[in-house]
C-alpha cells in the first residue's frame, strides 16, 4: 500500500481496524446507524428558503428572534445564514444625510454624462482631467526615540517629554492634481476661512501652475472637476473658472 499509494497511505491503526472487520464477516464500508437526532436536520430547503425571506423582510432580525420564529436552534440559523445563504450582519455607515430621489435621478444622468465624455476619447480625457480636493491634514511631526536622547550622569534623574497630540495643530490643504501628479497646492492660514474670492485667487495660482508644470495643458483645454462646496459654485469663482477657460466637469450630488 505504500509503495502504491505513498503519503495517502492510511495508518497502520486504521489497516488493522478495518482488517479486523472484515474477519468478521463485515461487507458493508459505511458507518453504521447511531441512536440520537440526526445532524443538521434543521439546514432544508423550506427553512433556507424561509430564512431568505425573513432577513429580506427586515434586515434587522436577530439570530434569537428569527430561530424562535422558524423553531430551530440558534447555531444552525447562523449555520444557515453564513453558509448557505453566504450573508453577515454588519453596521451600515454613518453619513451626514440620504439622497432624495431626484437626487439620485441627477446622479445617474451626470454619471452618464460624464462617461460618455470618457469614452468619447479616453486618452485626451485623462490628460485633460484636472480635479481637486480639501482635506484637514495634522501639523504634526513627532520627535524620534534617537533623537530625544539625550546625555546624562548616573546619578542625575532622567528628563521627561511630553506626548504630543496628533490633532495639536491642523490645517486646510486645498490639492489640485491631473493624471501625471499634484499640479497645486494650497494651504490655509490660520485664521482665514474659504470663501468664493479666495478660492477664485487659488483657481488664478492654479492657472499660473498648469502654465509653468503642465505645458500644452491649457491648449487642450481643461477639464476641471470640483465639488458643489458654496465657495466653488459661488458666482466670483464660476466665472473665473471659466476666465481661465476651463470647463466644468458635473459633480453629481454626494451624500455629504
Not at 486504521?14 to 459505511?30: D, S
Not at 447562523?78 to 431626484?102: A, C, F, G, Q, Y
Not at 490645517?171 to 497645486?184: D, E, L, P, S
Request: charged share 25%.
Amino acid at each position: 500500500m505504500a509503495a502504491t499509494l505513498g503519503d495517502d497511505t492510511p495508518a497502520l491503526s486504521t489497516v488493522q481496524k478495518w482488517a479486523a472487520e472484515f474477519k468478521r464477516a463485515r461487507e458493508n464500508l459505511k458507518d453504521d446507524p447511531r441512536s440520537g437526532r440526526p445532524a443538521a436536520t434543521a439546514t432544508t430547503q423550506e427553512n433556507i428558503d424561509c430564512l431568505h425571506h425573513m432577513i429580506m423582510g427586515d434586515r434587522r432580525l436577530t439570530v434569537n428572534q428569527i430561530g424562535n420564529t422558524v423553531g430551530v436552534s440558534g447555531e444552525r440559523v447562523e449555520n444557515i445564514l453564513h453558509k448557505e445563504l453566504d450573508v453577515s450582519k454588519v453596521s451600515p455607515p454613518w453619513v451626514p444625510r440620504l439622497l432624495t430621489s431626484d437626487q439620485k435621478h441627477t446622479r445617474i444622468v451626470m454619471s452618464h454624462a460624464n462617461l460618455t465624455l470618457f469614452e468619447a476619447d479616453r486618452v485626451s480625457f485623462l490628460e485633460r482631467f484636472l480635479t481637486q480636493e480639501e482635506r484637514w491634514v495634522h501639523l504634526y511631526k513627532p520627535e524620534t526615540k534617537w533623537q530625544s536622547m539625550q546625555w546624562k550622569h548616573s546619578s542625575s534623574p532622567t528628563s521627561k517629554k511630553a506626548k504630543v497630540v496628533s490633532s495639536a495643530g491642523m490645517v486646510m490643504a486645498t490639492v489640485y492634481w491631473a493624471a501625471k501628479g499634484i499640479v497645486f497646492i494650497d494651504y490655509l492660514q490660520k485664521g482665514k476661512t474659504i470663501n468664493g474670492k479666495y478660492y477664485a485667487n487659488l483657481l488664478m495660482q492654479l492657472r499660473k501652475a498648469i502654465k509653468s508644470k503642465r505645458a500644452g495643458k491649457l491648449t487642450k483645454g481643461v477639464l476641471f472637476h470640483q465639488d458643489n462646496a458654496p465657495a466653488h459654485m459661488s458666482v466670483v469663482a464660476v466665472a473665473l473658472v471659466h476666465d481661465c477657460g476651463f470647463e466644468l466637469v458635473d459633480h453629481p450630488p454626494i451624500f455629504s
